[in-house]
């Protein structure tokens, strides 16, 4: 096992009602909020009057910006992060899924920096200090809530990157699950995807640390009870709380602590996808996931076994594939390009892409053949299913 430090400094509020406190504790934050927020979802569902009411109890002064896209764009943080230092805002509270947060994140650095989001996303600018970010999450997925992460796109230069810095970790994320009621079934299940691929990432990273695969091990298996029984249900509150906390946890260090590294080489595959086709982030990891293995069984079938045999009860690397295949056909997420709406006529622009934009796993290395067949299995691949 390796050395780590755990350092997570998040109060998670979960459960329902969490939000009747968030005017209290923003109060503690200051007076003038940004609060930022997405292309309406908010406003539908209820919760923006919600959080309004507690930031009106709280007597706080609101600028608002809405209008985040899935797959967010560093314009957006520029523009948000122009507005808070014009207001010299105390706070922003992020009300949505993990593109809102991520981008709050980020403006959270650009506001008190010389410089812009995206020179801030490539390290070029290296911000001192953050505005205090608070988050409401409306949708179970990325982790984003308990992480020092956030994701952004560059379409000029046809990037999607990531970035840590601990200065981001949301000081308070509320958890509601009854807020994720009016979630779709279709990002639901994209959203317990990206929970599934987060573990896997961990857990095909380097070195060896059998207590944080056996917590690799437990989210999967809460996401296979559960998941299906959800998309069934979407608005069973018990439900909604296992998944959205399994998503939490399967990215807020948990499952990676003492290894080397993550591998991400799958993250790196669906960034791609989103890039030039705007493909939702979790529909493309259960597309690029089980064409990934079928790669990587070649260079460590152990590995694959492992968890087959601890998943599925099968230590045969190509069942697990089948049943990872299986798991995600039950959840309705995509296995193929063509579910994703993506057409053959594409394959070279997305091999060319990635080949352009470097994709590889930090512990898997992939060649620019293992590349080409995985795009290849993208497409043609997923044909197996494992038990009906
Ligand atoms: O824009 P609005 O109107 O809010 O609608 C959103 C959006 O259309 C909607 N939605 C969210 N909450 C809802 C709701 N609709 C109805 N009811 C609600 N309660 O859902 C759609 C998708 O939202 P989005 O925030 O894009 O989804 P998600 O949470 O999956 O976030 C995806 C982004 O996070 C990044 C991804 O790359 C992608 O850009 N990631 C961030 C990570 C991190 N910071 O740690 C790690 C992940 O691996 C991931 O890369
Ligand atoms: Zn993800």
Known sequence: MENFTIYNPTQLHFGRGVTDTLGKTIEKYGKKVLLMYGKGSIKRNGIY??????????????????????????????????????????????????????????????????????RIMIKMAKPQTAVPVIAVLTLAATGTEMNPFAVLQNVQTHKKIGYGNPLIYPKHSFLDPAFTFSVSREYTAYGIADLIAHALENYFGAGDASLSDKFVYSIIRE????????????HSYDLRAKIMYAATNALNGLTGYGRVVGDWGVHSIGHVLSLLYDSPHGATLSVAYPAWMKVVKEKDPGRISELGKNLFGTTSPDDTISAFENLFRKLSCPLKMKDLGIDEDKKDEIIDMMKKNKVDGAHFKLSHH???????LMYSGNQNIYFA
């Open 49 to 118: 009057d919600k959080v309004t009411e507690q930031l009106k109890l709280a007597g706080a002064e609101i600028i608002e910006y809405g209008g985040i896209k899935p797959n967010p764009v560093f314009e957006d943080v520029n523009e948000a992060a122009a507005l808070g230092k014009k207001h010299n805002v105390d706070v922003i509270l992020a009300v949505g899924g993990g593109s809102v947060i991520d981008s709050a994140k980020i403006t959270a650095l650009t506001i008190p920096c010389d410089d812009s989001a995206w």
């Open 223 to 234: 996401a296979m009870e559960f998941g299906p029984a959800l998309l069934d249900d979407l």
């Open 370 to 376: 293992d590349i080409e067949r995985i795009v290849g």
